[in-house]
Structures are given as structure tokens and as C-alpha cells.
């Protein structure tokens, strides 16, 4: 049966959130004090850490999550990077940029199940871009091919990055 659609309810803070008890049914939160939307996830028992996952008091058995937006970051540069799923999560490795061999690490720190991240490669040199998984499982997601523009999409499963889609672009 298909979730209803309702508004979400707004909460005087985090605290107030994590005090309630937690609903039987996907939910949706905004706390006054922080300027994100949360949602319920029943069943779900990630580790809260107040910012990205809210514990709760009682109730039904989940945590609300908060939903990220998959905004621009900065632009990959020709250097070895961490990227984080905390921060802007869609990054582009622009055209022309690389002069040698990168690896882009995706770091565990702050993200949260369900949490995703992509890269998108215009850079069509004939240096290799590749992207590890930064949590526990280790080791390289993808190699992006040289001389085409290429997108990978990963996926954080709660303990380790995974790749979840790639191709060639036009």
C-alpha cells in the first residue's frame, strides 16, 4: 500500500523531535531550530548523532533521517580528494583539469544510510580518476575511463560506499 501524503509537522526543535515518540508510519518533521526536513523511517536503527539521524523516545521502532537535497560542490581539481556526504554531494571533475593519476576517497564520516553522492567527469585527458570506498569494506568502487565523459552515482549503506550507477555521456 502506497505511503499517504501529508504535510509535514512542524516541531519546536531537535530536542522536541528526539523526546516524541516515534510514528507508526513514514513521517516527515521540520524543526524550528534547524532549517532541514526529517523523515521517519520505521524499523530503521542507524546510530543517531542529533544532526543527520534523530533518535526517539519511544513508540514505534525507526529514526528520522534528514533528507538531504543533492546540491553542486566545488569542482573535483587536479589533486587527490576526500568528498563527504555531509556537504554539497554532486561534485564535477571539469573538462582539461587533470595532468596525472587521481583517486577521490568517499568518506563514512557523517553519512548516513541512504545517503548518496555523484561524480561527473568532463575531463576527457588521458589521466584516470578513481573513487574508493572510504569505510570499512575499502577498496576501488571504479576506475572512470580515460578520454570520455563519464557520471557514477554511489550509494552509503550505513558501513561502506557503493556503486550504484555509471555510464558514458554524450
Known amino acids: 500500500m502506497a505511503e499517504a501524503r501529508r504535510a509535514a509537522t512542524v516541531m519546536a526543535s531537535i530536542s522536541a523531535i528526539e523526546t516524541d515518540w516515534g510514528p507508526s508510519i513514514a513521517h516527515y518533521a521540520i524543526p524550528l531550530d534547524q532549517p532541514h526536513l526529517y523523515r521517519w523511517i520505521p524499523g530503521d536503527t542507524t546510530t543517531a548523532n542529533s544532526e543527520t539521524v534523530l533518535s526517539y ?59 548518496e553522492l555523484t561524480i561527473t567527469r568532463l575531463d576527457v585527458t588521458a589521466n584516470t580518476y578513481a573513487v574508493v570506498n572510504g569505510g570499512a569494506g575499502a577498496g576501488t568502487l571504479i576506475t572512470m575511463p580515460v ?12 558501513t561502506n560506499w557503493r556503486l550504484m550507477r555509471a555510464g558514458q555521456m554524450a
Open 147 to 158: 578520454s570520455v565523459r563519464y557520471f557514477a552515482d554511489f550509494y552509503f549503506d550505513g
Open 57 to 115: 523516545s519511544g513508540g514505534t521502532v525507526g529514526r528520522w533521517h534528514r533528507v538531504r537535497v543533492q546540491q553542486l560542490g566545488a569542482n573535483l581539481t587536479n589533486a587527490d580528494a576526500t568528498l563527504y556526504a555531509s556537504g554539497k554531494r554532486w561534485r564535477i571533475l571539469p573538462a582539461a583539469t587533470l595532468t596525472a593519476n587521481h583517486v577521490a576517497t568517499l568518506s563514512t564520516t557523517g553519512a548516513a544510510a541512504g545517503d
